[in-house]
């Protein structure tokens, strides 16, 4: 993530300025329902995992919008690295449909495959694609919530 201070002649500080590919990381944190919030919602770019989930979620009649269904998914996330466990999914990375991306509690991801051709189920790993804190959803190990076991998912 890269937050940048604006500066004006004579070194003065204008203004922040957070991309909006990072707003994704920062939103929780942010008072929701006011008027940076709402700007930075309004164009910010839709993860398109989430918007395929969301398409998906109102075909079946469930009326979520964007910030519901992203806390839905964080909230399992967050609960499966408090556990020590990875979560999966699959994006452009995956060229076949037993190819999954594998997000790990340490906020690493691989790219995996699983081999049905023993008795037992083995998951390979294909390629590491991003190192401990850089992938996916990296950003949610220095949330509040992932450290705070108390507070409830």
């Not at 700007?39 to 395929?52: N, S």
């Not at 469930?62 to 399992?76: H, I, R």
């Not at 509690?105 to 998951?123: I, T």
């Amino acid at each position: 993530m890269s937050i940048e201070i604006k500066r004006g002649k004579g070194g003065r500080a204008l203004g922040i300025y957070l991309p909006l590919r990072d707003w994704v990381k920062v939103h929780h944190n942010v008072k929701a329902y006011t008027a940076i919030y709402e700007l930075a919602e309004r164009y910010a770019p839709v993860d398109p995992i989430l918007k395929g989930i969301l398409d998906r979620e109102r075909q079946a009649g469930l009326d979520l919008n964007l910030l519901e269904l992203q806390e839905k998914v964080e909230q399992q996330y967050l609960s499966a690295f408090r556990e020590g466990k990875p979560r999966y999914y699959q994006d452009d990375n995956c060229v076949t449909k037993d190819h999954f991306m594998r997000e790990n509690p340490d906020g690493s991801e691989d790219l995996v495959h699983f081999d049905y051709s023993d008795e037992a189920v083995r998951e390979v790993v294909l390629a590491h694609v991003a190192p401990a804190g850089a992938g996916r959803y990296a950003y949610l190990l220095a949330d509040p919530r992932f450290r705070d076991n108390k507070t409830p998912l």
